[in-house]
Nanobody, 114 residues
Framework: QVQLVESGGGLVQAGGSLRLSCAASGSPFSISSMGWYRQAPGKQRELVAFISRVGSTNYADSVKGRFTISRDDAKNTLYLQMNSLKPEDTAVYYC????????WGQGTQVTVSS
């Protein structure tokens, strides 16, 4: 069973940057694709970005050109580089991994002040 632990969230001013990390343990070799979702207060969880085992990526329109997803399979870690942050990016960000099952991390809070 894969376990995911996110880190790197925090408080940042608008226009700033943060890098989220998601460390996978357990059976990371079973993971095919990985991604980031976010959930703002009172809203549904939404896809932010996804990356396949071979490195193809997919982004939400709202983050294209500002966020970059990447993975380091040697370190079993997924990243999300977030630049030019906006107050509307404020949310809890969740890492997810798709393999035998779909696994979620516990989430990390990102708060962008105006």
């Amino acid at each position: 069973q894969v376990q995911l632990v996110e880190s790197g969230g925090g408080l940042v001013q608008a226009g700033g940057s943060l890098r989220l990390s998601c460390a996978a343990s357990g059976s990371p070799f079973s993971i095919s694709s990985m991604g980031w979702y976010r959930q703002a207060p009172g809203k549904q969880r939404e896809l932010v970005a996804f990356i396949s085992r071979v490195g193809s990526t997919n982004y939400a329109d709202s983050v294209k050109g500002r966020f970059t997803i990447s993975r380091d399979d040697a370190k079993n870690t997924l990243y999300l580089q977030m630049n030019s942050l906006k107050p509307e990016d404020t949310a809890v960000y969740y890492c997810t991994a798709v393999g035998i099952n779909v696994v979620w991390g516990q989430g990390t809070q990102v708060t962008v002040s105006s």
